[in-house]
């Protein structure tokens, strides 16, 4: 199954299910799983991140993960290879921030993990939400990169490569 029909198919069961979401994704759209199949969201509703835990989750499907923090034209550069080679990368984005008094200054709230895919010919930045039937998008990720780098300049987009053997 291509990976625009997986995502437009795969739920995040639980609110903080997101990077179990990811990862069951990279395995639905390399038919690893059934689309039906929630083993990662199951097991894992919240507090699992791109680390050891989530290599020794893709590693017995034959998923060896790589995961990595980019500037933005590297990130696309690397996102455009990747999805040469078929593969549909993940990665997480501050979705909200919140300004910390005692340490003034602003600090990251909430990651959401998003998937980057072929739609149309160029490439699309989508996910779910928990209790949500549509599609999220991100459309410009220049623009989002900007407004994050405005309160965060140092931040990088970390996004989780893979290969599949």
């Keep these: 199954m291509n990976s625009l029909q997986v995502l437009q198919n795969h739920e995040q ?3 903080d299910s997101c990077v179990p979401w990811g990862l ?3 395995l639905k759209v390399h038919d690893k799983i059934t689309l039906g199949e929630y083993p990662f969201q199951t097991a894992h509703q919240s507090r699992l991140g791109f680390g050891r ?3 020794d989750l893709l590693r017995p499907h034959g998923i060896l993960k790589e995961d990595k923090e980019f500037e ?3 990130f696309q550069q690397t996102v455009e290879a990747e999805l040469q080679a078929g593969h549909s990368p993940i990665f997480s984005i501050p979705v ?3 300004l910390d008094m005692l340490l003034l200054q602003v600090v990251p709230e909430t990651f959401h ?3 980057a895919v ?3 010919g160029t490439v699309a930045y989508l996910s779910r939400a928990h209790t949500t039937h549509v599609l999220l998008q991100i459309r410009s990720i220049h623009e989002a990169f900007r407004s994050i780098r405005k309160v965060k300049t140092d931040y990088k987009i970390h996004c989780l490569f893979y290969t599949v053997k």
């Design 96 to 98: 909200r921030f919140v």
């Design 113 to 115: 993990i998003f998937a």
């Design 118 to 120: 072929r739609c149309n």
């Design 13 to 15: 069961k639980f609110p």
């Design 53 to 55: 835990e989530a290599d």
């Design 72 to 74: 933005l034209a590297d």
């Design 24 to 26: 069951e994704f990279i």
